[in-house]
Structures are given as C-alpha cells and as structure tokens.
C-alpha cells in the first residue's frame, strides 16, 4: 500500500522537515561531547517549553515506559493512591497501580466527561491517607481535557504527590509543573511536539525524588529505574545506558522549532485548529463526543459516530479511498478523531480531517451536510488566525 497522504490520527503524529532532517544526524557514542551537547540542549529546551526548574528526564522508550517507570518508583505496597479515572488510560493506570501493591481509590466518571477538581478536593479531605493522586492531562481517545492545574495544588494542600499523564499534551498547550505543584509529569515526544516515537520526556520535582530515594521497591539497575537516571545521569553526568541517539537528535530540533516558533504561538495553532474543527463537527450534523465544549481537548477532536458505522468501518474505507489517517477509538466508543498536534494544527488540516469524516460518512450511507461543515471550519480558521495574529 502507498503510505498515507495525511496523518490526521492524534500521534503518532507527522514530524516537521527539519524533525525528520534532524533524525539523519550521524550516530555517534553517546558520551561523545557533541552528543552530550545535544542531550543537555533538548533537556533546556523541553524545561523552557514547560517553565520548569525541575529535573527534566528523557528516557528512551514509548511514554508508556515513562509512566510505567514513574508508578513503580513512587508506588510501595500498600500505598493508598487515588486515581482518577476519566477514559482509558486513567483506567490502565489503575490496574497497574493496584498491581504494584497499592490501595486504590477511584474517582470515576463517563468517558465523555473530565474529573472534577471539587470531587477530587472532597475526596482528599476524607481520605488523608492518600499519598499519590495519579491524573491524566488529555483523554486522547475521548478527546477530553482534565484540568490539572486546579488538581496540583490539591493534592500538595493534602501531602499528597501527583503523577500526570501528559502524554498528548506537553508541547501542545500549556503544563506548567512548577506553578501547578505537579511531582512527574510524562509525555509523548510523539504527539503534540511531532518528533519520532521513542522517548518518555519527563519531569520530576524535589518531592518526587524525596520519595523515590526512600521506597525500596523503586527499580534500580534497570531500564525503568528513575533513581538511576538521577544518581547517575543527573549528578555525575554518567549515562546509565546508551539513548536513543537518533530520536533524542529529533526531539531536540522539534524542541527547537517550538521555540523558534514561539511556544504561546506554537499552543494557540492548537486551540485555533481544535476550535475550528468543533465547529465544523457540529455544522455539519454530528456531535462531538466530549459531553460539552469547556472539556473539549486542543490536541484531538473526537466525534461521536451514529450507530449504523463503526469507528473501524470508517477509518479502513477514508484510508484506502482517500489517503487519509484518522484516529479510531481504541476501545473508547464509538467515536472518530480528528489529532491537532504539530504540523497538523497549523494552516488547513483540520479541513482535510473534516473532509475525510464528512466524505466518508456520506460514502457508507450517512447524511451529513459535509459543505456546511467545511465552510464552518474555514470561517473559523480564517477568523481565529486574525484574532490570534
Ligand atoms: C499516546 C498516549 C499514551 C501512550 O500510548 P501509546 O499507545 O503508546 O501511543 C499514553 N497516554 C495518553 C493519554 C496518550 O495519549
């Protein structure tokens, strides 16, 4: 099959000219000067993409590695630990926790909501036992928005360490772990910064390490081991094993041209495509599947399907017809996203993304007032880029 024309799916997500460029860089030793060099600048960078003092940490895996290494060194049995569950990945942490030996509290809500700060705060007050509030920044696959900022402080009010799946939204739009009292925070290299697959771009406060240090069943002498990446890395400029020397070259130009770019600007092509795509969705005749606008996500779209098509169904037929990647649900619903991330929050693609939907639906049976939609979204998008200019 030829590859895809558009990657509309929510990451991994298409990388800029310069990201791909980067990726050619010649591998060297990684304790070559000139790689050190590059590693040091694309820890600055991401730290001055965040506004952070902490510790930045890139480790070299998927963030699932990230996140994975971040709860077995916090969690030691028997901890209590409240998780807010708002869609999958919320859940998956959950299980991990509780197989890590922690007491798991949960906050639930519908996939198509977002967790409620009062419910969290609520919950804190009775239950002062709780150590870890782990809490996810965007649902990807139900395209909502948590508000972590209001969390945070929460929790720190409560003694409690806060571990934030950031996954698809650090470098899309604003994660302040400093101001918003977050402890580890994890993200994609993958998703809104569009750089390669491949690093858990991390950042970890004083607290988080105090807690670290003191639980023995933190790894240690392994690839999911954050005590050794300080110990070693951090405080004797040691790696603990060789990186990813190509896909660190690729986050640091990504880093790079965000900030070249300018990062308010960089986060308001996320908010202006996502803007405009929701505006598109509902002219078009279709509901998006957050329960309401305020939680809508600015790095993906997702849209409630009607039940006569599959999320698969569609995704399989706009592929094969058209070229065009579009984000399935993942077992959240049935639901079609459209990602904002990178490349694709800029300029048109949110119109292409449209197209594929509206397009498609209408081939496999669906009405849907596909020209109403389009002329939505280009309205918006040439409205917002003048608000935002
Ligand atoms: C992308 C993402 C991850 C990582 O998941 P993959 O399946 O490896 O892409 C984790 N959490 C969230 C919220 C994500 O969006």
């Known amino acids: 099959m030829e590859e895809s024309a558009f990657m509309l799916n929510p990451g991994p997500a298409s990388a800029s000219s310069r990201t791909l460029g980067a990726l050619a860089t010649p591998i060297t030793y990684q304790n070559d000067p000139f790689f050190v060099e590059h590693f040091h600048r694309a820890e600055r960078r991401v730290a001055e993409i965040l506004e952070t003092q902490q510790d930045v940490v890139l480790m070299q895996g998927e963030c699932m590695l990230g996140l994975e290494a971040a709860a077995r060194s916090l969690v030691s049995p028997g901890m209590v630990c409240l998780n807010l569950v708002s869609g999958i990945y919320g859940k998956g942490m959950g299980a991990w926790l509780r197989s890590f030996g922690a007491q798991v509290i949960e906050i639930e809500v519908p996939f198509n909501d977002a967790i409620d700060p009062a419910e969290v705060q609520r919950v804190l007050d009775e239950r002062s036992e709780v150590r870890l509030v782990t809490v996810v920044h965007s649902e990807t696959p139900c395209g909502t928005l948590t508000p972590v900022q209001e969390i945070g402080p929460i929790a720190r009010a409560h003694d409690a360490l806060t571990l934030v799946d950031a996954a698809s939204t650090l470098g899309g739009l604003p994660l302040h772990p400093d101001e918003w009292k977050l402890d580890i925070c994890v993200g994609a290299s993958q998703k809104c910064l569009g750089a390669p697959v491949g690093i858990s771009i991390m950042t970890v406060s004083d607290e988080a390490w105090d807690a670290i240090r003191q639980n023995p069943q933190a790894p240690r002498a392994s690839i999911l081991s954050l005590i050794d990446w300080k110990e070693l890395w951090i405080e004797q400029g040691r790696f603990p094993l060789a990186p990813s ?7 640091d130009a990504a880093c790079g041209e965000v900030l070249e770019i300018g990062v308010a ?9 996502a803007r405009a795509c929701r505006a598109g969705v509902k002219a078009m005749g279709l509901e998006l599947f957050a329960r309401s606008e305020a939680i809508a996500s600015p790095c993906v779209t997702a849209i409630a399907l009607p039940d006569s098509v599959n999320d698969l169904q569609l995704c399989g037929h706009v592929r094969s017809r058209y070229g065009v990647v579009l984000g399935d649900s993942e077992g959240a619903g049935n639901i079609v996203r459209i990602g904002h991330m990178g490349v694709t929050a800029r300029s048109f693609y949110p119109l292409v993304g449209l197209s594929a939907v509206g397009r498609g639906l209408l081939d496999l049976g669906v009405d849907v007032s596909l020209g109403d939609g389009l002329e939505a979204a ?3 998008i040439g409205e917002l880029a003048l608000e935002i200019a």
């Open 245 to 251: 020397i190509s896909d660190m070259y690729g986050v």
């Open 265 to 273: 600007e960089y986060f308001a092509r996320h908010e202006r495509a």
């Open 378 to 380: 280009t309205m918006a």
